[in-house]
C-alpha cells in the first residue's frame, strides 16, 4: 500500500506572523504600530537616547515622543532568542531578525527589528533555469530579495522537484530561529552554523556527510567560503547561493570572490597571438571554468538580469566590452516578461580619440602614472588643464599602454565617460607629446592658425556625416595636416591627401 506523505505546515498568514515581532516589543510601541500598516512593516529601529522608528517600503514612522530607555531594550532582549557571534538574535520557527549595535564595553545599545517574509511565487523569475539543475549565483544589493528567493528555491526543489536539499544558514535568516526550519524552506533540511567563520566548514560537511543534490547558502563572502563553493560544484551537487557584490563586473573585480566566476589572471602573449587578436601582448584572462554556471543580477524584487553562459559574460568584459543579458521582469498579473538588454559601450576607439568638451579646465586623471610628473609638464605647456584624484571628475585618463587590457581601467571610462589615452611610458617626454596632441599644440605654429584648421576640420566632418560626400579641406603644411588627420581618423572617418606642396590637402571621405 502506498505511504501517502503527509503536507507540511504551510507558513502563518503574514499579519499573523508579524504580530509575533511586534510582541516582542514595549507596549506603547506596540500600540502605535497597530495603527500603522502593519503588513508593509520592513523594520523598526530602536537606538538609545533616539526617537524609535517603524520603516516601510517608502517612509519611516516616529513610534512615539520620548527616546529609548534601557528599560526599553532590555524588554525586547528578555524576549527574543541569543545574540551570535554576528550580533543577529531571533524569534524560534520565524524569518524574524534581529540586529544589535553595541558600545565599546560590549553592551547593546541599539537593536533593528528586520521582519522577514516566506513569500510563495517568488521565484517565477528564475524558475526555469533552478529547473536546469545548474549552479546558479545571486547578486544584489542589500534588501533588494536575494534571500527571499533562496527560500523560496529550497521549497521549490524539495517539494515539486522532490530533490535532497540543504540550507546552510549561517544567520537563521533562511530558515528562521530555533532547532525546528521555518515551513518557508518546505521538505529542505537545514544546517545551522555555529558561527560565521565556520560556514565553510559547514558547506563541505553538508556534502560529506549528508548526500544532497542541492546545497543553498546565502552570502558567500570569504575566500575560505569561494573555495568550498567550487569543490562542491566539482563533485556534481547543484550549487545556488548569493555573493556581496550588485553586478558580474563587481564580482569580477572583487580578488576575494573572482574564482565564483572563474577568476583573473595576467598572461602575456606570443607577438603573432597578439597581432591575431590585435591587442598588447599582456592580457587578463579567465583563470578557470566557473564555479557557478549562471549569473543572475537583481535590480529589484521583480526585475533581474540573467547571464546563463557565466564563462562567456566574464571573458566579453575581460576583453573590454559589456556584457549583455537577458532582462527579466515579472509584471503585475504574474507574467514574466523576457527580453535581450545589449549593454555594449561605444568603440574605445572613438571615445579615445575624443577631445574633452567639458566646460573650464580639462580634468585628467593619471592612472597608475605619476601625477606630479603629469602636473609638471601641464604647467609647462601652459594647458588650461589640472589633474584629478578621482576617475568620475574626469574628462580624459591617462594611462600607459602595457594596461591597455587592464579590466578596472576599462570598467572607469565606462562609468565616467571619459576619453582614454595611452601613452608607452611614465615620461616627461611621452606626457609631452600625448597632451600636444590632445590640445592641438604646435610649435613654431601660430596658434589662430591652429585654431582655425580645427575648426574647418570639426566643420568638415559635420557636413561629410550630415551629407554624405567628401569633403575637401584648404592647404595646410604637414604638421597642420597630421594634425586634421588625427582628428579625422577620431571620427572614425578617412582622410586621403592630395595635390602637390603648397596645394597639398585632405580629402575627408563618408563612412562606409
Known amino acids: 500500500m502506498p505511504v501517502t506523505k503527509t503536507s507540511r505546515k504551510k507558513p502563518a ?28 512593516l520592513v523594520e523598526v529601529v530602536m537606538d538609545l537616547g533616539r526617537h524609535p522608528e517603524a520603516r516601510f517600503p517608502d517612509r519611516a514612522a516616529r513610534l512615539k515622543e520620548a527616546p529609548v530607555s534601557h528599560e526599553d531594550l532590555s524588554h525586547v532582549l528578555a524576549l527574543v532568542g541569543e545574540f551570535s557571534d554576528d550580533n543577529r538574535a531571533g524569534i524560534e520557527r520565524t524569518l524574524h531578525r534581529i540586529s544589535c549595535i553595541r558600545n565599546r564595553k ?3 545599545i541599539g537593536l533593528t527589528l528586520r521582519a522577514g517574509r516566506a513569500v510563495v511565487g517568488s521565484i517565477e523569475l528564475l524558475r526555469d533555469l533552478v529547473e536546469t539543475g545548474h549552479s546558479l549565483l545571486i547578486l544584489g544589493r542589500p534588501g533588494v530579495g536575494k534571500t527571499t528567493k533562496l527560500r523560496e528555491m529550497a521549497r521549490v526543489l524539495a517539494d515539486d522537484f522532490h ?7 549561517t544567520s537563521n535568516e533562511i530558515a528562521g530561529d530555533g532547532d525546528i526550519p521555518h515551513p518557508g524552506i518546505g521538505d529542505a533540511r537545514r544546517m545551522q552554523v555555529p558561527r560565521p567563520d565556520r560556514q565553510h566548514a559547514v558547506m563541505i560537511e553538508a556534502v ?19 573555495r568550498a563553493a567550487r569543490t562542491i560544484a566539482e563533485r556534481g551537487v547543484q550549487l545556488i547561493g548569493t555573493a556581496h557584490g550588485n553586478t558580474l563586473e563587481n564580482l569580477i573585480v572583487n580578488p576575494t570572490l573572482s574564482d565564483l566566476v572563474g577568476g583573473v589572471q595576467v598572461v602575456t602573449l606570443s607577438d603573432e597571438e597578439a597581432r591575431r587578436r590585435r591587442t598588447t601582448k599582456t592580457v587578463s584572462e579567465r583563470k578557470t571554468p566557473p564555479t557557478f554556471d549562471i ?5 529589484d524584487r521583480n526585475e533581474v538580469i540573467v547571464h546563463r553562459d557565466t564563462a562567456a559574460a566574464v571573458d566579453t568584459l575581460l576583453r573590454g566590452f559589456a556584457a549583455s543579458g537577458e532582462r527579466r521582469e515579472q509584471l503585475a498579473n504574474g507574467q514574466v516578461h523576457i527580453e535581450a538588454e545589449v549593454r555594449e559601450p561605444p568603440p574605445r576607439q572613438q571615445r579615445s580619440a575624443e577631445r574633452p568638451t567639458r566646460e573650464g579646465p580639462a580634468r585628467i586623471f593619471p592612472y597608475a602614472l605619476s601625477r606630479d610628473l603629469l602636473e609638471r609638464v601641464i604647467r609647462s605647456l601652459g594647458l588650461d588643464a589640472r589633474t584629478v584624484g578621482n576617475p568620475e571628475q574626469a574628462d580624459m585618463v591617462v594611462a600607459l599602454r602595457s594596461r591597455s587590457d587592464d579590466f578596472r581601467l576599462h570598467r572607469i571610462i565606462d562609468e565616467s565617460g571619459a576619453t582614454l589615452h595611452l601613452i608607452k611610458r611614465n615620461t616627461a617626454n611621452e606626457l609631452r607629446r600625448l597632451l600636444q596632441n590632445v590640445f592641438h599644440i604646435l ?5 589662430d592658425e591652429v585654431q582655425d584648421a580645427v575648426r574647418e576640420t570639426e566643420e568638415a566632418i559635420r557636413q561629410v556625416l550630415d551629407e554624405g560626400r567628401p569633403v575637401a579641406l584648404a592647404p595646410r603644411r604637414p604638421a597642420l595636416r597630421k594634425m586634421q588627420h588625427r582628428i579625422i581618423a577620431g571620427r572614425s572617418l578617412v582622410a586621403e591627401s592630395t595635390g602637390k606642396e603648397p596645394e597639398r590637402h585632405l580629402v575627408i571621405q563618408p563612412p562606409g
Open 443 to 447: 610649435e613654431g605654429i601660430d596658434e
Open 163 to 169: 530533490k535532497r536539499v540543504i540550507v546552510i544558514d
Open 106 to 108: 560590549g553592551q547593546i
Open 295 to 299: 549569473v543572475v543580477e537583481m535590480v
Open 208 to 226: 560529506e556527510n549528508h548526500m544532497p543534490e542541492v546545497i543553498i547558502v546565502d552570502e558567500i563572502g570569504t575566500e575560505a567560503e569561494a
Open 13 to 40: 498568514p503574514p499579519g499573523e506572523d508579524i504580530r509575533l515581532l511586534v510582541a516582542t516589543l514595549p507596549g506603547d510601541l506596540q500600540a502605535a504600530i497597530y495603527a500603522l500598516p502593519i503588513d508593509q
